[in-house]
């Protein structure tokens, strides 16, 4: 039985997550799913934590009246007297809808799972509570300024009082489904912690390159130097864009430049320090960009889209905002769409603010305000790095010198087990983590470090002094999330923002995690602000680990603000950001060389263009432009096998076929199309037949950096990258038939013969799976929780970016977890969507009412003056004090 509507096959399954229910029996699940269905009990069950969204409830710890408003889909606007009642009352509408998802999110990262679900979650607990997040939270919160403070402490009022009116099942059907196997347990009150500490989970999932790191480290294990160069092409800067394009070595005086540069531990030539000591900037140009090889030589990253485009271009006449961040799929989503609105603005109540926010977290984190508005996307800079430590019993090696590892003692309680006592080991760089997960331990068997930058970084394993130092190898992590940071003072002055200089004083404070900022005014500005905590470097760039045992390796304090790349008002009269590079090797500071590789960027920027062209861009275009479906690959595709059969011959024509269709398709990924279907089973056999089969299994998770690969390789016909010995080919030619072949019997399994029903969409979609019991491997309660499948078009590296695993299926796994078209001349005008729903609740009706119009592009209004909220209000709630 499906909860769709569509008429869409079940897609291939990706791999599954770590099963959070493994001690849940099959029979509990049937029990509860027949109690469920039993009649009224069973209906009684699900919708007893439905909210309640009219008429009026009396509610400890208000203040005033507040009034929550919510139209068709659910969404609530929040109008209150005070800051105090409107973020209490957000607490409170947080818990209304969402509250199991808040109860998890602060179990995951205070590394308390194994509360909830017992001994099957301790490796996971083990490993967070090594990184700290909760311990980081609770130096973020002390902090906080007293209003700030004030602000996080009256959203956790408003969570404990939902919570004080409701217990287990009447807070979520969850808890139902938890008793089963952990009865005992009852939700502990809400504080600023927990919201807190939610940014650091952000932060790791927007962490970028961690993985790569690991990766490379491995893989150095057996490849070399340049095999390491070609499976990981830097940024192609003379096909796709930078965020910011201009030449940094201009921009800033010679004195500036030598001081960053020593700064960041370049070890400077005496040419080069001579020419910064002349008097002409243009004579040092060379010399500076031989630098820049050494500190910036970017690789691949991660998703987002977001542009701004300037009024000149609009049919409106004032800046239009788009903003589409990419993230892994979850039920409910990740956002939740609110307003938050003081009864009359003044300094004391300041907020007039809409947009998305996270469940457990008070504030808009992305939106607008009566003034501004802002769109993030993921910097994808380098702000985490390995370190190969040299550890003896209780010190570790640093510059010839034994320094004591920092220990912190934790005990983690099991449910319905013995608690479990957890030493934290550290170094001054961060948490030992190798022994917590195993490629990070797999780093250890063999170490190999980078101790170069840019271009001039090689792979090789620790010196001989290293090796005779006492000790074994550990891997420890240095990452800017683990420092305290500012972020939740910056979701405040964001939200109450006026102008660009108070946009960036916003900015200013968001450390973690770093983000691109875009922005648009009633004015008619547009902007750009790169912001975050970025870390100079020392004599290593972090592709690789770092040599732990050596000072000159270690960070040397954060790029000041101010010499952070910005925009304002561009000449081009539009600015995109999709996690392209933010600037080309002229800038005096290492970024990263793990960029995403532009091709999102390059084709908005593309379609930008052609709409300028064409006349004024309306709000509808712009999202258009976010569903376009352009595979990165395709042309690459249409190269490769242009003219390949002419003269060879095949036993099944079915697959001469199928590539001529796809010679002529328009690379298009269209959830109808029959060619994008083969193109991208094609795509994924081509890419496996080159990375398998060798000494070491390569990643493909990256398929934009595949996509460079498979161009360049294309131009070497020789390369090595062409033979698979398991498969026993040797030539290029040969390589690619055997993928065509391989592709068109997959797809024929899968779809059968008839090519004409070939379908992409049904291939690639969505099911959407709850964070916990989605997964838990009990059908019952996975049929209880999970939704879909639905059909969508797009994929990986598309603008439309409905990501999928190579090798794993082609079921959609990471989307556009939200979409919103903004327009600062008329507030009313804009339009929003996110991927579920407002409601947390199963069989809610909001539970995911939006998912049918995520999935085609549909936007819905987004009333935001008190007249438009009032016409669309389909439900009002007063809460109001308790009396006496």
């Known amino acids: 039985m499906t909860h769709s509507n569509e008429e869409a096959h079940a897609p291939a399954k990706p791999k599954k997550k770590r099963r959070l229910l493994r001690a849940l029996g099959w029979t509990l699940g049937v029990i509860l799913v027949l109690g469920l269905g039993a009649g009224g009990f069973g209906w009684y069950t699900v919708q007893r934590s439905f909210p309640q969204t009219t008429g009026t409830l009396q509610v400890a710890g208000l203040e005033h009246d507040v009034t929550v408003q919510r139209d068709s889909s659910g969404i609530p606007t929040i109008t209150a007297e005070s800051s105090q009642d409107l973020f209490f009352a957000q607490g409170f509408v947080h818990a209304q809808d969402r509250f199991w998802e808040m109860d998890f999110r602060r179990h995951l990262t205070a590394g308390r799972l194994s509360e909830l679900f017992g001994e099957s979650q301790l490796g996971t607990d083990k490993f967070l509570r090594s990184l700290g997040w909760h311990e980081v939270a609770k130096q973020e919160v002390e902090a906080l300024q007293p209003e700030t403070r004030a602000y996080f402490e009256a959203y956790a009022a408003g969570v404990n009082a939902y919570m004080a009116e409701r217990k287990g099942s009447a807070l979520s059907l969850e808890y139902a489904a938890l008793g089963l196997q952990n009865s005992d347990y009852s939700p502990e009150p809400w504080t600023a912690v927990d919201s807190i500490a939610w940014l650091k989970a952000m932060a790791w999932d927007l962490r970028t390159n961690i993985e790569d790191e690991t990766t490379r480290a491995i893989a150095a294990q057996e490849f070399d130097a340049a095999q390491l160069s070609a499976l990981y092409p830097g940024y192609p800067f003379d096909e796709h864009p930078v965020i910011v394009d201009k030449n940094w070595a ?27 000591g002349s008097s002409t900037l243009s004579d040092t ?46 039920l409910p989503s990740v956002w939740t769409q609110m307003q938050l609105r003081c009864s009359t603005v003044s300094e004391a109540c300041p907020f007039e603010v809409a947009g998305f926010s996270f469940s457990g977290l008070p504030g808009i984190v992305i939106g607008h305000n009566d003034q501004v508005a802002w769109g993030f996307t993921n910097l994808t800079t380098d702000v985490a790095d390995l370190y190969i430590e040299r550890v003896d ?68 394993a620790p010196s001989n002094e290293a090796s005779e130092l ?44 770093a983000q691109n900022l875009i922005y648009a005014d009633t004015k008619g500005n547009i902007g750009y602000q ?32 101010e010499d952070q790349p910005m925009l304002y008002n561009p000449d081009s009269g539009y600015i995109v950001t999709a996690n392209n590079a933010i600037v080309s090797d002229s800038y005096p500071y290492f970024l990263s060389r793990d960029w995403d590789y532009g091709y999102r960027a390059a084709r908005i920027a593309e379609l930008l263009d052609d709409a300028i062209a064409e006349g004024p861009i309306t709000s509808q275009k712009m999202a258009d432009i976010q569903m376009d479906n352009q595979m990165p690959a395709a042309k690459s595709l249409q190269r490769a096998y242009d003219g390949l059969f002419d003269t060879l011959t095949v036993e099944e024509q079915g697959v001469v076929t199928a590539v001529n269709a796809m010679l002529k398709w328009n690379g298009q990924n269209d959830p109808d199309s029959a060619e994008a279907a083969y193109a991208n089973v094609l795509w994924n056999q081509v890419t496996k037949l080159m990375l398998s089969g060798k000494a070491t299994d390569i990643s493909r998770d990256d398929q934009s ?11 070497q016909p020789d390369s090595e990258w062409w033979q698979n010995e398991d498969a026993d ?33 049904k291939l690639h979609a969505i099911t959407l799976t709850h964070g916990t019991f989605g997964s838990s491997g009990i059908a019952p309660l996975e049929w209880l929780f999970n939704r879909g499948p639905y059909e969508v078009g797009g994929g990986s590296g598309v603008v439309n970016a409905t990501g999928w695993a190579l090798d794993e299926g082609y079921a959609t796994t990471n989307v556009p977890s939200m979409r919103m078209v903004i327009d600062p001349s008329d507030w009313d005008a804009s339009t929003w969507i996110h991927l579920t729903g407002a409601s947390g609740h199963a069989f809610n009706p909001h539970y995911t009412d939006q998912t049918h119009d995520w999935a085609t592009g549909v936007q819905r209004p987004w009333a935001f003056t008190p007249d438009a909220v009032k016409a669309a209000a389909k439900d009002t709630l007063t809460l109001t004090p308790t009396a006496g």
């Open 250 to 276: 201009l921009e800033l005086p010679a004195a500036t430049l030598r001081a960053k540069l020593n700064a960041a531990g370049s070890r400077v030539s005496g040419a080069l320090s001579d020419a910064l």
């Open 285 to 330: 140009l060379e010399s500076i960009q031989a630098v820049d090889e050494m500190i910036t030589s970017q690789s691949e990253g991660v998703g987002s889209n977001s542009w701004v485009v300037a009024g000149e271009h609009t049919e409106t006449g004032s800046p239009l905002l788009a903003n589409d961040p990419h993230l892994g799929a979850s």
């Open 393 to 460: 019993g209780d010190s570790y090696w640093q510059d010839g010198k034994k320094h004591d590892v920092t220990v912190r003692k934790e005990v983690i309680k099991v449910a319905g087990g013995e608690d479990v006592p957890l030493e934290v080991r550290s170094t001054a760089h961060g948490p030992i983590i190798s022994g917590l997960t195993p490629d990070f331990t797999a780093i250890t068997e063999q170490p190999i470090v980078g101790t170069g930058i840019g271009a001039d970084e090689a792979p090789t």
């Open 470 to 513: 006492s000790g074994e190898y550990a891997v420890s992590l240095r990452w800017t999330a683990l420092d305290a940071g500012n972020t939740g003072e910056g979701i405040f002055a964001l939200n109450t923002a006026k102008n660009f200089d108070d946009f960036r004083a916003a900015a200013a404070l968001f450390d973690v995690p």
């Open 530 to 561: 790169a912001p975050g905590k970025l870390p100079i470097r020392g004599a290593g760039d972090g592709w690789l680990p770092q040599p732990g045992w050596d000072s000159a390796y270690d960070w040397q304090g954060y790029i000041p603000f």
């Open 705 to 715: 950096r595949l996509a460079t690969f498979f161009a360049q390789q294309l131009e």
């Open 729 to 761: 080919i040797t030539s290029q030619q040969g390589l690619l038939v055997v993928a065509a072949q391989n592709a068109y019997d997959e797809l024929t399994e899968a779809q059968g013969a008839d090519q004409s029903k070939w379908n992409w969409g």
